[in-house]
């Protein structure tokens, strides 16, 4: 087996389908599409050259950078509420009652697909019978929030079923992170008296900190290119408030039938993503790994 | 070394399967074709058809074209006739995509003027001119092919005709002692009792943003007249004219008057038509597609169906609009596709089904046809024929904006539409961005 596995020519060959995979769902789409968006195109006949006028348009057009905007704040959101993630984990891996069951239970959302969790929460959200307002009524609020309506809330109120989704699977990520720390060092630490906040500080902390880069990476490229519960919730609207770039693309290309401008979004997102994915690995790239085992 | 050389040779052999791949698939398709060819003299033809009533959301509708298809089946049993079915969102993105890869249903749906502007220019659908002067010919609503036409020829026959008045509940009327409005200041009375004694006045889902539309499109038509609004929409005239301002400032006045349902920026039409059908709400202004719903649709209480009525837009003092003049125009219409392999099978079909849905879909859905109705002959509800009456003396029809407009212009308008209703928008932005929009010629 070993000499199999050592000659070059197998390797490759067992690499073949995979790559070719890739290649053609992939890597030949992101091309054409950054081609696409160097053209004038209703997505009908022929595309006509136009160079690098749609990239000059998207530097102009307010309706992208509000969107990019938007985007933006749900990374920020996403990654803070890592946060909150980390420290639920650290509780459930620390051999409380029932934890088991919690882990089951917030993984469930992520479970459902989007469009589910999307219909469920525009009722919670419906202005007149939906459960929030309907709660906040029975508390004497008068004038209760229009929350997909008015244009001030509707992307807080969009971002907490989306942060909502995603919780239970960064929050098993950090479980099986935390589980795979040695108990010895531990136990070790406790016998130092070092407590429990200690602990999770100076030795859960930093021996997870390769997976929290990772989720880092993960939620911020996540947020950066979220689509699904926009589209269904709120389509963008009221007036693009709760527009981010990747339904405005779709509008763009969709429902305007501006492929090539459609294109140009679609490209410069993903450089916005690559962009951003290599500043979070340059921010929290530290010199070597730490290890005490 | 090895590397260099390996990457190389994976490249160029990845290269030569895709290509080998294309043309494998290349020669199943010219088989097919060659087939397709040989069954038009008599053997297997199958047709494909493309249209937009699942089951779940349009039954009257799912019904009759189900029927349709196995009665052209059985008398045509050369010709099988294999459906796609998909929901009206998805129907418009589905085609977009086929479209760009030259593979659209032989058969399928379209909208008029500007949506199929591009389908057209882009040599996609067919003339079915050949099927207007034929056995079809008189048999079309006045009004109803132009919508179709383009560059002097038809791309596409129309199936159905709709106008849009506005649906009110006759209980929550009798309630609160209220006639029906025949002048704008005596509609604004009754929306104002209505919200004072906390019946929300309008079902609208301005999600959707054409609902909106529809309220605009009647105050603009009612104040600057049916003309001026026509010719803004075709960029002849400016959306900056006096009455088109102020129809603008009246829709604003409605948002202030609390006129629409709480939160209806946020809600679509789905959820506001259940406002309405819920009794929360007093008036709804839609299409007479959901006539089904108020006549025969059993899901839907006898009580309430009982209850709705209807009644035209009324006129603004001093406005140059009519009463007789409505928002509507042709729903969708069947094309066939240019580069179709079995055309005139697919032509064959187009004109019988148009034929039948005519005959089929007033009593079987309850809908109004594109093709001319002997009313009298079949027993019909009251809310129909009062309806399919008044259409027959409309004055005008102006047909949705959203769909005479091209599609980036369509978009503004949707967009400011609602920014309009939710008051980011001042009556004279809107009118700005609707010129720039319309003038841009997208």
Redesign the interface.
């Known amino acids: 087996m070993d000499k199999v596995m050592s000659n070059?020519?197998i390797i490759?060959l067992y690499?073949?389908p995979a790559?070719?995979l890739i290649?053609?769902v992939v890597y030949i789409p992101i091309i054409l599409t950054g081609y696409y968006g160097l053209t004038e195109w209703?997505?009908?006949?022929s595309p006509d050259f136009v160079g690098f006028e749609n990239y000059a348009a998207l530097l102009k057009d307010s309706a992208f950078w509000s969107s990019a905007w938007h985007a933006l704040l749900l990374a920020i959101f996403s990654a803070l509420s890592l946060i909150i993630y980390l420290a639920v984990a650290m509780v459930l891996a620390s051999k409380i009652k029932g934890a088991n069951l919690f882990r089951k239970i917030y993984l469930i959302p992520m479970l459902l697909s989007s469009v589910a969790i999307a219909q469920l929460w525009?009722r919670i959200?419906?202005?007149?019978n939906g459960i929030l307002n309907s709660v906040l009524e029975s508390f004497g609020v008068e004038n209760t929030p229009?929350?997909?309506?008015?244009?001030n809330l509707?992307l807080f109120a969009i971002f907490i079923p989306i942060l909502w989704q995603y919780a239970g699977f960064y929050i098993l990520i950090y479980y099986a992170a935390l589980k795979n720390i040695p108990a010895s060092l531990e136990e070790a630490a406790k016998i130092d008296g070092a407590n429990a906040l200690q602990i999770a500080w100076k030795i859960k902390l930093p021996l997870a900190m390769e997976v929290i880069k990772v989720t880092i990476v993960l939620a911020v490229v996540g947020s950066l290119k979220y689509f699904d519960l926009i589209y269904v919730m709120?389509?963008g609207?009221?007036?693009?408030?709760s527009e981010v770039m990747a339904s405005y693309m779709y509008?763009e290309a969709?429902?305007?039938?501006?492929?090539g401008y459609g294109s140009a979004i679609g490209f410069f997102l993903l450089l916005i993503c690559l962009v951003a994915t290599w500043i979070i690995r340059k921010l929290t790239a530290t010199k070597d790994t730490i290890q005490y085992s | 070394m090895?590397k260099k050389k390996?990457t190389t040779l994976?490249l160029t052999?990845?290269l030569a399967?895709?290509v080998a791949g294309c043309g494998n698939n290349g020669g199943n398709a010219n088989e097919g074709a060659a087939n397709d060819g040989a069954n038009e003299s008599g053997n297997k033809v199958t047709v494909n058809f493309m249209h937009l009533w699942p089951e779940g959301v349009s039954a009257g509708q799912n019904k009759i074209v189900n029927q349709i298809i196995s009665d052209y089946q059985n008398e045509n049993p050369n010709v099988t006739i294999k459906q796609e079915v998909l929901d009206n969102e998805q129907y418009?993105?589905k085609l977009?995509v086929l479209?760009?890869s030259n593979q659209l249903p032989d058969v399928g749906v379209t909208w008029a003027a500007g949506f199929m502007q591009?389908?057209v220019?882009?040599n996609?659908f067919t003339p079915v001119d050949d099927l207007l002067s034929g056995e079809l010919n008189g048999k079309f609503v006045a009004g109803t092919t132009e919508a179709y036409a383009m560059n002097g020829k038809t791309y596409a026959l129309p199936l159905e005709f709709n106008i849009a008045p506005v649906y009110y509940n006759k209980a929550i009327f009798e309630k609160f002692n209220l006639e029906i409005p025949q002048t704008y200041d005596q509609f604004k009375t009754v929306v104002k009792t209505l919200s004072d004694n906390g019946v929300?006045p309008i079902a609208l889902g301005?999600?959707d943003?054409w609902t909106g539309s529809l309220w605009y499109m009647y105050l603009a038509d009612r104040i600057a007249g049916q003309d001026t609004l026509a010719k803004a929409i075709k960029g002849e005239a400016s959306f900056t004219d006096a009455g088109l301002v102020q129809a603008a400032q009246e829709v604003q006045a409605l948002v202030d008057g609390n006129a629409f349902?709480?939160?209806?920026?946020?809600?679509s039409n789905e959820?506001a038509k259940s406002?309405f059908i819920n009794g929360?709400a007093a008036m709804y202004l839609m299409g007479t597609w959901e006539l089904p719903n108020w006549t025969t649709n059993e899901d839907i209480p006898q009580e309430f169906r009982d209850s709705v009525g209807f009644f035209k837009f009324p006129t603004v003092d001093g406005g140059k609009g009519n009463i007789d003049s409505w928002v509507g125009g042709p729903g969708v219409g069947l094309f066939v596709s240019e580069n179709s392999k079995v055309k005139d099978e697919a032509k064959k079909f187009v004109e019988y089904f148009v034929t039948k849905w005519g005959e089929q879909s007033v009593t079987g859905a309850g809908v109004i046809p594109a093709t001319k109705v002997d009313t009298s002959a079949i027993e019909l509800p009251q809310l129909y024929i009062d309806l399919f009456t008044e259409m027959n003396k409309a004055s005008s029809i102006t047909l949705f904006a959203d769909v005479q407009m091209k599609?980036?212009a369509a978009?503004t308008h949707l967009?400011q539409i609602?920014?309009l209703f939710?008051k980011?928008?001042t009556p004279d932005s809107f009118a700005k961005e609707h010129d720039a929009a319309i003038k841009a010629g997208?």
Do not use: C, M
């Open positions: 070059k020519k490759a690499v073949l790559l070719l290649l053609a209703n997505g009908i006949g525009l959200y419906h202005p007149t229009e929350w997909l309506a008015d244009p509707v709120t389509n609207g009221p007036n693009g408030a509008k969709f429902k305007s039938y501006d492929f | 090895f390996w994976l052999a990845s399967f895709a418009k993105n977009k479209s760009a591009p389908y220019e882009g996609l929300a301005n999600k943003r349902v709480k939160g209806f920026n946020g809600l959820e406002e929360n599609a980036d978009e967009n609602q920014s939710g980011a928008s997208k």
